[in-house]
């Protein structure tokens, strides 16, 4: 086949994982196909059924050796990350003045969020307040 047709096969292949649901099956046949397309692109591999045998064999050992440890890293990858409720009962820092029942912004772990006053006490800016809960992208808090 033409150089040209591996690589267009590869990104119509990477197209399709990134477009399925699934356990990353469709990532290493498209990646196969690229590596074949650039072998015989440099004039490595001019012969048809080596071109198929070099992309059936890739694209097989690559699924076997890295699917496994891609797996894993995206799962332990996503426990790393914090959720929503693991922020109930941490510190921010006040970024304005927020009233009884107003609205204002702080910080948190680097980043601004919208806050709600659920307290009786005028919050001043730099104080820190303790985050009572946590409603879509706001937070509602009250002074420490």
């Known amino acids: 086949m ?6 267009l096969l590869g990104i119509v292949l990477l197209g399709a994982e990134m477009l399925t649901p699934g356990g990353f099956y469709i990532l290493f046949f498209g990646l ?10 440099l004039g490595f591999t001019q012969a ?15 699924l076997l050796v890295f699917r496994g440890p891609l797996l ?14 693991s922020m109930v009962g941490e510190s921010a820092m006040l970024l ?16 601004t969020w919208t806050a709600h006053n659920a307290g009786s006490a005028l919050l001043k ?8 809960r946590v409603e879509g992208l706001a937070l509602w808090i009250t002074a420490e």
């Open 72 to 85: 894993a890293w995206i799962k332990t990858r996503d426990k790393e990350l914090p959720t929503v409720d």
């Open 32 to 41: 196969a196909a690229l590596i074949v397309g650039s072998l015989t692109g």
């Open 96 to 111: 304005e003045d927020v009233g009884p029942s107003g609205t204002g912004k702080v910080e948190l772990h680097g980043s």
């Open 48 to 62: 048809e059924w080596l071109q198929w045998l070099l992309f059936s064999g890739v694209a097989i050992l690559s």
């Open 125 to 132: 800016k730099g104080q820190r307040c303790k985050i009572e």
């Open 2 to 7: 033409i150089w040209w047709y591996w690589m």
